[in-house]
């Protein structure tokens, strides 16, 4: 019999406390990242992480999971805007990413935590609106399939904040972020769809891809500009990397194109990420790959019950923030972006 895990209610939100083992271990973790060749694409500079392990089984992902079919994704009851239904139909457990998109059903989505289902499991997992002017099925199918790419990072570095901070996601934000970069990006979409601007940008950042370095052994990548931290991503496992490191570096390079297309426009009151700040912006913090992961490993961590599988943690300091699955004693993803 299928079990159903609860998403987290915006209302009664969990708050994160203190969990001894997990600051230690991640700590320690990062402390084995090796360091690979840094190259520049576009705006960024890209630097491949290595980790020797030990490793444990790797999860499916979610574009893998519903691609077999061993995943289902629907809306929940009917159609709630903040949150989706994930059943896992095979015998692996699936990990379903913060900033992934699924596109489809009644209106298209951001996957807004790092959501672990086991094997025969239900759960709801919350996410995101980037479709404003649709809700219905019309032309789509009842079920979410995963989009090309996850939302770029600096869109995903505001959802983390608001879930961490607040427990819920802006949804008002996040539509008013999507409006601003289809018009920047001069993209027209009748139902303000995010993903309208991804398909204008693609031909362009699939030329820029093969220049982002691989390696073996790759478990992530830092994105820098200038120094500027604007995203890290790490998965547990190699093979979990292999799988969607290309699509994670593909929305790191829309991020990029962002930032070209808005160079030397008058700033908002708004910090780096999107905070909003009335005082004057602060000097973004620089450093280079290995201070980045040294800053990261100090940054203070907090822990609160995952939905379904591990603990989802929170980073923050002055320089960064981020989210993040933990299970067992290993992270299954970590994200963290500049402030």
Not at 57 to 71: C, E, K, N, T, Y
Not at 135 to 163: G, I, L, Q, T, Y
Not at 224 to 240: H, I, K, Y
Request: glycine residues 10%.
């Amino acid at each position: 019999m299928t079990r159903m895990i609860p998403g987290p209610d915006s209302r009664q939100p969990q708050p994160f406390a203190p969990y001894h083992q997990i600051p230690g271990q991640l700590a320690w973790w990062l402390a084995e990242v090796r360091i690979a060749d840094t190259a520049s694409v576009g705006a960024l500079e890209f630097t491949p992480l290595v980790h020797a392990g030990p490793f444990g089984p790797a999860p499916m992902l979610l574009h893998d999971a519903i691609a077999s079919g061993a995943l289902q994704v629907g809306e929940h009851a009917g159609g709630v805007v903040n949150t989706v239904v994930a059943r896992n139909l095979g015998k692996l457990p699936v990990l379903i990413l913060e900033g992934e998109s699924i596109v489809g059903a009644k209106q298209n989505r951001v996957v807004t935590a790092d959501v672990m289902i086991a094997p025969g499991a239900e759960a709801c997992v919350p996410v995101g609106c980037v479709e404003r002017g649709r809700w219905d099925h019309v032309s789509h199918s009842a079920k979410f399939a995963v989009a090309e790419v996850p939302v770029e990072p600096m869109m995903r570095a505001r959802a983390v904040r608001e879930v961490r901070e607040q427990g819920h996601l802006d949804q008002s934000r996040l539509w008013s972020d999507v409006d601003e970069k289809l018009s920047t990006h001069e993209v027209r979409s009748d139902s303000a769809n995010y993903h309208a601007f991804t398909q204008h940008a693609q031909a362009d950042v699939n030329a820029m891809l093969k220049d982002v370095p691989r390696v073996d052994g790759q478990v992530g990548l830092l994105a820098c500009a200038e120094g500027r931290l604007v995203a890290l991503d790490v998965l547990g496992v190699p093979e979990n990397w292999t799988s969607i490191g290309d699509r994670l570096a593909k929305s790191y390079l829309f991020a990029g194109l962002d930032m070209l297309a808005t160079a030397g426009a008058p700033k908002r009151k708004r910090g780096f990420f999107g905070r909003m700040r009335e005082e004057a912006p602060v000097a973004p913090v620089t450093g280079t790959p290995q201070e980045w992961i040294k800053h990261i490993a100090g940054a203070r961590v907090l822990t609160r019950r995952g939905i379904g599988m591990g603990s989802t943690i929170g980073l923050e300091s002055p320089a960064l923030h981020g989210a993040g699955l933990w299970v067992d004693d290993a992270p299954a993803h970590v994200a963290v972006f500049g402030q």
